[in-house]
């Protein structure tokens, strides 16, 4: 059911999209003439885009609701999938640390000086 309803919504998003696209941004509508009457006129032909944007953007976002619904219904088993979990390899044991005597650094310059490369 929910893969139909992912089906359907894609076809109304691609549908709404198309009709969208097809408006004039001046509220002409499809930008062609036509006979004065009749739903292919320049007037007809805006309010039957603008009405089919209206229908298709309900419809989109009343199956939107209804997807969020059924997921939700669905719900998930509430356990962590562990199949990609990664796995430690043992390791050799490393090599003894030998450390060197701490060498003192000479003293440091006085605040007041300036070093001469800046």
Known sequence: MFH????VQAIIAASLVGVVLMQRSEGGGLGMG??????????????FLTRTTAILATMFILLSISLAFVAAKKGGTGEIDSSLQRTEVPT????PVITAPAV???????????????
């Open 104 to 118: 003192v650094a000479p003293a440091a310059a006085p605040a007041t000086e300036v070093p001469l490369d800046k």
């Open 34 to 47: 036509g006979s004065p009457s009749g739903l292919m006129s320049a007037r007809g032909a805006t309010d």
């Open 92 to 95: 050799a044991p490393a090599a």
């Open 4 to 7: 139909f309803l992912i089906v």
